[in-house]
């Protein structure tokens, strides 16, 4: 990477810790923010991916999803490619939970392969964390469905990198650890993952 990627992915970075600053995850430790998008750039490189405008969307990916940032600073400041993969991988906070998490396996097919890496580097940090730290506050129900619903996603974006594939497929035959015990991340066989999906969708209805 030559100084002017480096010194805008550094622009990134600097960009998402403003924007970030007062928010915290929902795990048990309140984990700051940044953390995420930071580890998600940090799964990319992991997997060979150093292209710049893929890094700078990574450290980007949640600013006009979850802050007040809106497109057009984007495009001012990282300019349109960045922007683009960013709005590919950002929910439309106007629909519900459970519109939003149907939209997103429907919409994974048609976005741009940079951005099917952002979102499929970014699931990985998720499912890793919930793996050891899930929110205190939700059932094993939500955390075995959240696992069935992120497999849909990943198989909506497959074919992009083998390294964030394998990774992936070997938390969805593993085990999470909540309160003290371990369960297994999808809890039945694949042809039961379709009516699991939609139990998890009704335990989302009014939890926006």
Known sequence: MDNIHLIQLMK?????CKKHRDQR??????????????????????AGVYDSDIL??????????????????????????????VMDVTDDKSLSKQERKRHQ???AL??????????????????RDIQTNAPPSWSIDVIQGYFIWAKAVINNLRGQNQWLESQLDEIFNSTFTFKGSQYPTIPCTPDKEPELLENY??????KD
């Open 105 to 107: 396996i429907e919409h």
């Open 201 to 206: 969708y009704k335990i989302l209805v009014g």
């Open 56 to 85: 700078q969307a990574a450290i980007l990916h949640d600013t006009i999803e979850d802050t007040q940032t809106t497109e057009e600073e984007i495009k001012k400041e990282f300019g349109e490619k960045v922007a683009s993969y």
């Open 25 to 46: 995850r929902k795990d048990s430790h309140g984990t700051p923010y940044i953390n995420h998008p930071i580890g998600v750039a940090y799964n990319l490189i992991k």
């Open 12 to 16: 990134s970075i600097d960009f998402s």
């Open 110 to 127: 048609h976005i741009q392969n940079e951005s099917k890496l952002v979102k499929m580097a970014d699931k990985l940090f998720n499912l």
